[in-house]
């Protein structure tokens, strides 16, 4: 059975931190791209990281040199660093496989705000 599950979101002010991880099961982890997510409220889901099986990485230009995405492929674990946040990264962050399946996770709140 597909798993993703998300946490490591919060409120957070302007300039702050936050770091996201994904458990996911080894059905959907393995040998995949993984990506990170994000739907803001009224607006699509969009990607905004992805991490080859290998490592390679790519991200939005919106998040680009602020956000860091990593993956333990012995953990199964998908992670999304997030430096110097912006009101604008204010949405629900989900991690899945790129392109993505349909079994997504919960999500989890990341909210940027004074």
């Known amino acids: 059975q597909v798993q993703l599950a998300e946490s490591g979101g919060g409120l957070v002010q302007p300039g702050g931190s936050l770091r996201l991880s994904c458990a996911a099961s080894?059905?959907?982890?393995?040998?995949?791209?993984m990506g990170w997510y994000r739907q803001a409220p009224g607006k699509q889901r969009d990607l905004v990281a992805r991490?080859?099986?290998?490592?390679?990485?790519g991200y939005a230009d919106s998040v680009k040199g602020r956000f860091t995405i990593s993956r333990d492929n012995a953990k199964n674990t998908l992670y999304l660093q997030m430096n110097g946040l912006k009101p604008e990264d204010t949405a629900v962050y989900y991690c899945n496989t790129v392109p993505w399946t349909p079994s997504w996770g919960q999500g989890t709140q990341v909210t940027v705000s004074s």
């Open positions: 991490i080859t099986w290998g490592g390679g990485t």
């Open positions: 080894g059905s959907i982890f393995r040998f995949n791209t």
